[in-house]
């Protein structure tokens, strides 16, 4: 089956501008998750849609991020505007149900200059 | 809440047994995962343990002791390619969706 894919790979923008990803899980999996990867951390959790529906956002920054998954498919992660902290890499992961293995995409490397 | 350790680094021999530890702290358990994750790559799944034990998967074997908040990943006969970070995660008591990992171990294979 085809893993979950992201777009871009890399992307590189200057403080306060604003920047968007794209996720797409694999097919059938209702949950998705977007993590925040900082060098030499582990990942962590910024939101969990169930379907269409937000499960968890309780660690999104709301003031500068946003997320939405309209059809209960792709979703899109959106930072407005960026700061030199959200320099990271974010991983957009599905599940087939909760407490199951999750897939990670290949992440999207922001650089905030 | 929750809180999980793992070594930062470690290094070891091609060919040897290496093992390594993630303890954690959490109100609620609900199970816990190893992934592997190569440089600049995303993780991967090796293993999920929620019951007390030893789980053998070829070379890489998960131990899991719930009552002493304990966990670790045994990696046999090392191959170079094994170079990688290794997280272990827990899920959120609350929504077993959520996993919290640890900062990740950074293994390093040679020659």
């Known amino acids: 089956e085809a893993g979950v894919a992201q777009s871009p790979r890399y992307k590189i923008i200057e403080k306060r501008q604003s920047v968007a990803f794209w996720c797409n899980p694999i097919s059938g999996h209702a949950t998705l998750y977007w993590y925040q990867q900082i060098l030499g951390q582990g990942p962590k959790l910024l939101i969990q849609f169930q379907n269409n529906g937000v499960v968890d956002d309780s660690q999104l920054p709301k003031d500068r991020f946003s997320a939405e998954r309209l059809k209960g498919v792709d979703s899109t992660l959106k930072i407005q505007p960026a700061k030199l902290e959200d320099s990271a890499v974010y991983l957009c992961?599905?599940?087939?149900?909760?407490?199951?293995?999750?897939?990670f995409g290949q992440g999207t490397r922001l650089t905030v200059v | 809440g929750q809180n999980i350790d793992q070594p930062t680094e470690m290094t070891a021999t091609e060919g040897a047994i290496v093992q390594i530890n993630c303890t954690y702290q959490?109100?609620?358990?609900?199970?816990l995962f190893w992934y592997q994750q190569h440089a600049g790559e995303a993780p991967t799944f090796l293993s999920y343990n929620v019951l007390d034990g030893l789980e053998e998967k070829g070379r890489f074997s998960s131990f899991l002791s719930r009552s002493k908040g304990y966990s670790y990943l045994l990696l046999k006969e090392l191959q170079m390619k094994d170079s990688a970070s290794y997280l272990c995660a827990t899920t959120h008591p609350g929504n077993t969706g959520k996993l919290i990992f640890g900062q990740g171990t950074t293994l390093q294979v040679k020659p």
């Open positions: 992961a599905s599940t087939r149900q909760m407490n199951t293995e999750a897939f």
């Open positions: 959490t109100s609620g358990f609900n199970g």
